[in-house]
Structure formats: structure tokens, C-alpha cells
């Protein structure tokens, strides 16, 4: 067993596996992958590719691996439908099975019964009802080769062989056959080393939009893009159609607190400054922009708005005094500066853990939180006196 310490440990060891692993096993597929944080993904890389002809659909595949195969860091390509294996085929012959007395649902039946069995009665012994299924013996399960002699049972005749009533061959098939919207559908994963999927998603676009440009590409077959591109969107998708109410309910609670709309516009006005911290900390620290980045922003935007509100509801209990304008947002904002600074540090020292140690789910998110708090508070704390002055000089004059 193996134990890693930092997620540069971890992709060393899971690039040495894979090396193993095509090296000792070529002809195996073998996938070493961390956990997974969030939802369940798979391969990060998915093509949807929809139509109805088998071997169409084959056809485009395999244009479309040999297209895409060199883009930088894919790797690993394959379909869902996976490797083609031997069936056994049985075509019941409609005309023959007529002269015997029997349809295509009695010769169901009766290979249902050799095979899958059927339930006789159920053998109770005390409170537990055990079911009697009777089924063939194992020799015609276990050599495809005499299932011409599997008796089907005849009113007429009695038993005939199924040699007689139906046509039975074995050929190879694929070994699953996907339907989306009952259209059969092939998706082509792949999986991305050394670089984001997002930017070998971005190369392999292109080139398949020229794929379907092109004329000899088959009328009625679509490609879709699944994956971590499709899981991302999703995600920002249903958060998009909360964040209206959200915003809408938080901007009735502070309009009925305060009674005032320039007091709202001013707390409002000091939540975009915020990005102006959080976009230079990703870029330092080398962390991407994903759904859990948007996360810590939207938990940024509440500590930031709760800052703001500390300070306006100083200001207005200053004011009530009927303390002069100026003075009263100098000793508002001497007298919050030191809890509004020492909740931003307490905020930034507990997320320091989850910085360093978080991974790339978690870490992305706490830096965005810790840059962007840092550079926000110090810009509330001069923003928002401003904006209050500018606003309310007319209001509160000078005594």
C-alpha cells in the first residue's frame, strides 16, 4: 500500500501506474484515478455520438479517434459500447413455426424455460419461502453447439428440436448497444494528462465541428459534448436560476433595514471591487476557476456585504446623536475597524488550512475566498465612508 502526501505525489504515482500498466499489460484498459470530489464524472473527455446505422456509427468513430488522437495529453480513447463479443443469434422461421402449431412467443417461452427457468412452487420451511425454479440441465447452457436440439414444446407434435423451427448461428456483435431518446447512441471518452481537460476540450472542437462541416459527413448524425464541460455547465446552470431570488431576497431585507435606497446602492457598490482581489490570487497561486471557486465567491459576497452593513449601521447610529456628517463616519469607522479587520483575519487564518492542503476541488476555492476577503475589506472600509459622504452631504450637512 501507498500513501501519498501532496497532489503532486498523487499524479506521480498515478502517471508511474499507468506507465506499469501499459507496459506489463498491453492489452488490458487499466484507469488509475484519485477520488473523485463532488459529483461522479468518469472520463473527463465524452463525445455523444447519435444515429441509426451500427455500422455508420463505427465508421464515424473511428474518424473521429484518428482525429482527435493527436491533440496534446489525450489519452485512453474508447466507446461505451465496448468490445464486440460472440452471441448466440436465433431467428425463428415464421412459416415453418406455423406448420408445427407454434409462434415466436411459445418459442420464447420454452428458451426462457431452458435457460432462465421457471419458478414450479416454493418450498416454505418456517417463516422463509424458498423459491423451486426448473430450469435444463447445464448441458445445453454450456455447449452453444447443441442448441439446435433444445426442445420446444409443440401441442400438436409434441417436442420439436428448435434446429427445426428456427435458424441458430452465433456471430460477433458489440457488446452493448446504447439509446439515448431511444436513438442509439455511442459516446467516445478519452482522459487528459499534463494539462485541463477544459483546454484539450477546447482543441478538439474545432476539429470535429470540421468533421460535420465537411461533405462527406452523414446526414442525421449528431455529436454532443459530455463529460466534465457538460457537468460544469449543469451545475452553473442550476446555480444561475437561484442566484436571482437570492439576490432579489437579499436586496429586500436591506432596503426594509434601512429604509433608504442610497444606503442599499452603497452596500451594493462594494461587492464588485471584490473580483479585483480574486482574479490576481488565482493567477498567483496557479489555481483554475471552477463551480467551487464560484462557491467561495458567493460566500465572499455575504462576509463582505456583512462588513459593509457593520459599518452603515455605525454611521446611521452616529448620526442619531446629531453628530456632524464627517464625524460621525470617522468615529463609525474607528470604532469597526477593529472587529470587521480581526473577523477578516480569523477568516483568513481558518481558511489557511484549506489553501494548503485542500487539493484542487477545495484549495481554488479558499484562495479565492482569502485574496479576495483581503483585498475587499480594506476597500469596504475606505469605499463605503466614501459613497456614505457623497451621498448624504446634502442630507446631513455640516454643522
Known amino acids: 500500500m501507498t500513501h501519498t502526501e501532496s497532489p503532486d505525489e498523487l499524479s506521480a504515482f498515478l502517471q508511474h501506474v499507468r506507465t506499469y ?19 461522479a464524472v468518469g472520463d473527463p473527455i465524452q463525445l455523444r455520438l447519435s444515429g441509426k446505422d451500427l455500422h455508420t456509427l463505427y465508421a464515424l468513430r473511428d474518424r473521429i479517434v484518428a482525429g482527435i488522437g493527436p491533440v496534446e495529453g489525450l489519452y485512453g480513447l474508447r466507446d461505451s ?16 413455426a406455423a406448420r408445427l402449431g407454434l409462434n415466436t412467443e411459445t418459442i420464447a417461452e420454452s428458451l426462457s424455460l431452458q435457460f432462465t427457468g421457471m419458478q414450479a412452487t416454493a418450498y416454505r420451511e418456517e417463516d422463509q419461502s424458498i423459491p423451486v425454479i426448473l430450469r435444463a440441465q447445464d448441458d445445453f447452457r454450456e455447449h ?36 439515448e431518446n431511444t436513438v442509439r447512441t455511442m459516446t467516445i471518452k478519452g482522459r487528459v494528462r499534463g494539462r485541463f481537460s477544459s483546454d484539450a476540450l477546447a482543441d478538439i472542437q474545432p476539429i470535429v465541428a470540421d468533421m460535420m462541416r465537411a461533405d462527406d459527413w452523414p446526414a442525421g448524425y449528431r455529436i454532443e459534448y459530455g463529460g466534465e464541460a457538460e457537468e460544469s455547465s ?12 437570492a439576490m432579489a431576497l437579499l436586496s429586500l431585507i436591506l432596503i426594509v433595514q434601512f429604509n433608504s435606497i442610497r444606503r442599499f446602492g452603497i452596500i451594493m457598490l462594494t ?16 489555481s483554475t476557476f471552477g463551480f467551487m471557486t464560484l462557491l467561495g ?23 442619531g446623536e446629531s453628530m456632524p456628517l464627517t464625524d460621525a463616519i470617522v468615529t463609525a469607522c474607528r470604532s469597526r475597524l477593529r472587529p470587521i479587520l480581526l473577523t477578516t483575519c480569523t477568516t483568513v487564518i481558518g481558511l489557511l488550512p484549506l489553501a494548503i492542503s485542500g487539493g484542487g476541488m ?38
Open 21 to 39: 500498466a501499459e507496459d506489463a499489460f498491453p492489452d488490458a484498459r487499466i484507469v488509475p484515478q484519485a477520488l473523485e470530489n463532488g459529483p
Open 81 to 96: 459500447w465496448g468490445a464486440w463479443i460472440k452471441q448466440v443469434e436465433i431467428d425463428p422461421d415464421p412459416v415453418r
Open 144 to 179: 452453444p453447439e447443441r442448441l439446435k436440439d433444445v426442445p420446444i414444446f409443440s401441442g400438436s407434435v409434441g417436442f420439436v428440436p428448435l434446429g427445426q423451427v428456427a435458424d441458430v448461428g452465433v456471430e460477433f456483435q458489440p457488446g452493448s448497444i446504447l439509446r
Open 234 to 245: 449543469k451545475s452553473q446552470s442550476n446555480l444561475a436560476a437561484v442566484m436571482p431570488i
Open 271 to 286: 461587492i464588485p471591487p471584490m473580483l479585483i482581489g480574486v482574479v490576481p490570487g488565482l493567477l498567483l497561486t496557479g
Open 297 to 319: 465567491m458567493i460566500a465572499l459576497l455575504g462576509i463582505i456585504v456583512n462588513n459593509a452593513i457593520l459599518l452603515i449601521d455605525e454611521i446611521n447610529a452616529q448620526l
Open 362 to 399: 477545495w484549495s481554488s476555492m479558499a484562495f479565492a475566498m482569502i485574496f479576495g476577503l483581503s483585498f475587499a475589506t480594506a476597500l469596504t472600509l475606505l469605499l463605503c465612508p466614501a459613497l456614505f459622504y457623497l451621498l448624504f452631504r446634502r442630507t446631513y450637512p455640516e454643522n
